[in-house]
């Protein structure tokens, strides 16, 4: 637990300290906010032509894009945290102190709390945005109760994080030149298969399969449930989410293992990286 | 007590065009408080056998163990005794300050809350740079870069520490001051220091041991005095005038063991260091230089240096010897 609580200390010093802190939660909830927007803008313009204005489907844009930002921005952080890590030379010296799962998951979640907050800032901004520039409403409920089932989808959304981080950090070991494209494809998958912002039965039907099996689809779906309703979806969701992410999880801890020992074996885990 | 063991280590890396083979059946121990230097060229072996003591790779085959602990089934318990201090100039997290970074590795160790803050204090006061802790990591120049990896690899109060080239980059009295703590280190806290470099004075300073490596063998291990006693064959510095002729491989001189050069190409002058197989056939080998267009201002005889015994075992210099490597 110590080595988790420090490697999460480590990782909010990280992702906050490069300026002043506000200015870069600033910086992230701006291009956060930018993106919901211009995709409900492309609705609005769109549905507008066609005459068929739906308040429903732009809260559920504004739900998904969110949460799309936040999805896409965490899965910067196991990348950076392993292969900057072997620039830094910072990864072998954690792996020499037996420390690296922690300090993966700890990069993880310091990252998961910043994209937490810049997803409600860019979540509460866009919905004000939307209501003084288009003069609409979006069915969004922001209740005790609804927020609360909301921070615990997010909460429940940390093990598919932490999966998909594991996963990712066993890619990284292998890695030897920084390959930031990596999360760009990833979130870029993250997209079509997550239902951030059209439905899953919109895929084709194997693809609808993929997408069902992402614990990702399951907390964006359980985040409208909780803001757009109806409420008695919320508990599927919630459990599929649960137990989605635990696998993820799960595999994601079997994959980075692996990895280490595999890399362990090849002499990849303080090999640099052009 | 031993607290570092090798046994017939070796290591090949394979890659589909070629195979090297990086650690050559190697064997060696090292007391408790002990200051165990392994000494060689670039490529020859040192940084491989570190790795894999640090349990950062795992040999082709073989066994090592440190403080009785195997690194490649016991990794766990050979991480939580050891401290490791890389050659790297860039070491840590550029936007967090020294003592942030050298508290963060304390908690990785577990090491208590207050534990942590002296040992910060008290690592920072010995290595002279308290006035540094608390600037973020990409403020500090490369000394204090380097002082700061060795405070963090003392962090944990480790039985055994690795250091590969630790004094890299650092200006001749923070080298000092390193070597000093190195010897303070193995003899008040019983530390066994491992030392990987090419710096043939730091080798003979601080070292009670040193072992010679190259190519992936170890070719002698002694004390430095008794290296240097070992070495019978006399040693000559020749001061010459090239005169833009190519003085070669000294190796191939006959009567010389092995040498260096040293050309200024400035003057057209070289300084040839060579080891004579006797000091009857110094006549012999200036008759060769000058037939070779060389001619011999002076020479003397030197005492014998690490260098030399390295020269002796191998025919080569440090320096010759890595362009072998490279090429």
Redesign the interface.
């Known amino acids: 637990m ?2 988790l ?3 999460i ?2 990782g909010l ?2 992702e906050l ?2 300026t002043y802190p506000p200015l870069v939660v600033l910086l992230s909830t701006v291009p956060a906010t930018a993106s919901v927007l211009t995709i409900v803008m492309v609705y609005w313009v769109g549905a507008s032509a066609a005459g068929e204005v739906h308040t429903g489907w732009i809260a559920f844009l504004i739900v998904g894009a969110s949460l799309f930002t936040h999805l896409s921005s965490y899965i910067w952080s196991p990348l950076s945290a392993v292969s900057e890590g072997k ?4 990864y ?8 690296s799962l ?2 993966i998951a700890g990069r993880v979640i310091a990252s998961f709390i910043e994209s937490s907050l810049t997803a409600l800032l860019a979540l509460g901004t866009s919905y004000t945005a939307i209501n003084l520039i288009l003069g609409v409403s979006p069915p969004l409920s922001f209740t005790p109760v609804n927020l609360a089932l909301f921070a615990l989808t997010m909460v429940v959304g940390l093990s598919a994080a932490l999966g998909l981080g594991l996963m990712l950090a066993a890619y990284a070991i292998f890695v030897t030149r920084l390959e930031w494209g990596l999360p760009v494809y990833i979130s870029g998958m993250l997209m079509i298969f997550s239902e951030a912002i059209f439905p899953v039965s919109a895929l084709p039907q194997p693809l609808q399969i993929v997408a069902e099996a992402m614990p990702f689809t399951h907390i964006i779906r359980a985040s409208r449930a909780a803001l757009i309703g109806p409420l008695d979806r919320y508990p599927t969701e919630f459990f599929l989410a649960t137990v989605l992410g635990l696998a993820w999880l799960l595999t994601g801890l079997f994959i980075y293992l692996y990895a280490e020992e595999l890399g ?2 090849r ?1 990849y ?2 090999m640099r990286v052009a | 007590m031993t607290n570092v063991v090798a046994e017939s280590l070796t290591r090949v ?1 394979e890659s589909k065009s070629r195979r090297v083979l990086a650690l050559d059946n190697v064997s060696f121990e090292v007391e408790e408080g002990e200051v165990f230097g392994l000494l060689g060229p670039n490529g020859a072996g040192k940084t491989t056998l570190i ?1 894999i003591l ?5 040999p082709s085959s073989g066994r090592a163990l440190v403080c009785g602990h195997n690194v490649v089934t016991e ?2 318990k050979v ?2 005794i ?1 401290g ?1 201090s ?1 050659s ?1 100039e ?7 300050t020294a003592r ?1 970074n050298l ?3 304390s ?4 090491v208590r809350r207050e534990e942590a803050a002296s040992k910060i204090e008290e690592l920072a006061t010995i290595l002279e740079f308290q006035d540094q802790l608390d600037k ?1 990591l990409y403020m500090l120049t490369t000394g204090y870069k380097q002082r700061l990896n060795i405070a ?1 690899a003392l962090i ?1 109060d480790p039985r055994v520490v690795f250091f590969d080239e630790p004094t890299n980059g650092m200006d001749v009295f923070s080298a000092k001051k390193v070597r000093d703590l190195f010897k303070r280190e193995a003899k008040t806290h019983s530390r066994t220091i491992f030392l990987a470099t090419h710096n043939m004075f730091e080798a003979e300073e601080v070292c009670d041991r040193v072992a010679v490596i190259d190519r992936g063998r170890i070719l002698a291990i002694d004390t430095p005095e008794n290296l240097k006693s070992m070495l019978s064959k006399p040693v000559v510095l020749l001061e010459t005038d090239t005169g833009g002729a190519s003085i070669g491989d000294p190796a191939q001189l006959a009567g010389v063991v092995g040498g260096t050069v040293k050309v200024d190409p400035e003057t057209g002058t070289a300084r040839i260091r060579v080891i004579l197989e006797s000091e009857e056939l110094l006549e012999r080998v200036l008759n060769g230089l000058e037939y070779r267009g060389i001619s011999v201002h002076s020479y003397e005889r030197l005492e014998p240096t690490l260098e030399d015994v390295f020269i002796s075992l191998v025919g080569k210099g440090f320096s010759e010897r890595e362009r072998d490597v490279e090429a």
């Open positions: 110590k080595k609580l420090a490697s200390a480590l010093e990280r300290g490069w620039t830094s030379y910072t072998p010296l954690v792996f020499i102190a037996h420390s922690s300090y362990r074996r002499g885990i303080d | 890396f790795r640090t349990t950062l790779l795992l990794a766990k991480r939580s050891i490791f890389s790297s860039r070491v840590g997290f550029d936007f967090v942030r508290w963060f590795f908690q990785l160790y577990g973020k963090r944990n």
